[in-house]
């Protein structure tokens, strides 16, 4: 378990009183032959100054990747690594991190540099406060990024347009890789797809879920075809079909109950003592000269 510090990169306010102490964010990156990035990334990853389980899975690495992610297993920077003996796809391999996650918070964070670690703060805000229990980065609320593919950002607008019309939300982003869900929350979806088809389902299973979704500005640096970039138009069409598949055909999300108390929020009266107060509060109302019941 990977735990720092926690730092928030925006100005001080009301949120240094939340739990940033208490709570753990498993931290899920899916990887296909990203060598040439993966070390960097973990690396930004382990400076974030939250408590964190870093769980890689690689999914059928060409390129070297795979003999790489054991050493960086050993110096700290993965605290599960998963190896997938095929290609299966992004969807495959977060499904797969899904289920390995025994933090509060689940965050996705793909290996490529695309997104920034040090915005994870900014992403569980929301949840801490109770105001959410899933929070998406969006690349277009206005945040810093790298100008690049015209014909993409339409894409990924229309895609985002169109799974509004079903889920009836009103996401800016649909397809971004930052989302931030409670692992329990998260758990109790059924997720099923293996490829980018993760992204439309993930969202039309909270949708159906009842559960309270925030968007947030984050910055962005794309990376060109010639740098690594993999999604093509045919993930897009195979998009468009996604979302009609999981808005419209089983099985749904189960509506959502919150549990009564916060796992930070137990964590942290567990960590502090308070746990134990109300027994010793019994033994110190006992009047005077008591005795107290044999076990």
Not at 8 to 16: H, K, L, N, S
Not at 90 to 101: C, E, M, S, V
Request: with cysteine; glycine share 8%; hydrophobic share 40%.
């Amino acid at each position: 378990m990977n735990s720092t510090a926690p730092h928030d990169p925006r100005p001080r306010r009301a949120w240094d009183r939340l739990p940033w102490d208490h709570v753990i964010v498993s931290v899920v990156i899916p990887v296909f032959n990203e060598r040439r990035t993966v070390e960097t990334l973990l690396r930004k990853v382990a400076e974030v100054g939250l408590r964190k389980e870093v769980i890689v899975v690689d999914d059928g690495s060409s390129d070297g990747t795979r003999d790489l992610l054991p050493e960086l297993e050993q110096a700290g920077l993965i605290d599960v690594l998963v190896m997938h003996e095929r290609n299966q796809g992004k969807g495959a391999a977060l499904r797969t991190g899904f289920q390995h996650a025994t933090g509060d918070v689940v965050v996705v964070q793909d290996a490529d540099l695309e997104y920034d670690p040090s915005e994870f703060p900014i992403l569980l805000e929301p949840i801490l406060s109770g105001k959410a229990e899933a929070v998406y980065g969006s690349r277009f609320l206005g945040g810093p990024h790298r100008v690049l593919f015209f014909w993409h950002s339409v894409g990924n607008r229309f895609l985002t347009l169109l799974s509004n019309m079903f889920t009836d939300l009103n996401l800016t982003d649909m397809e971004t890789c930052y989302k931030m869900v409670r692992r329990d929350l998260l758990q109790s979806l059924p997720l099923s797809a293996d490829r980018f088809g993760i992204e439309p389902e993930l969202t039309a299973r909270l949708a159906q879920s009842g559960a309270r979704l925030y968007e947030l500005q984050i910055s962005y640096h794309g990376r060109s075809y010639a740098e690594g970039k993999k999604i093509g138009w045919r993930d897009g069409v195979s998009a468009i079909w996604s979302i009609f598949k999981f808005n419209l055909l089983g099985p749904r999300a189960p509506r959502w109950q919150a549990p009564a108390e916060l796992p930070w929020e137990a964590r942290r009266r567990l960590e502090s003592g308070e746990a134990q107060a109300p027994a010793l509060e019994a033994v110190e109302a006992e009047p005077s000269g008591g005795t107290l019941a044999p076990s």
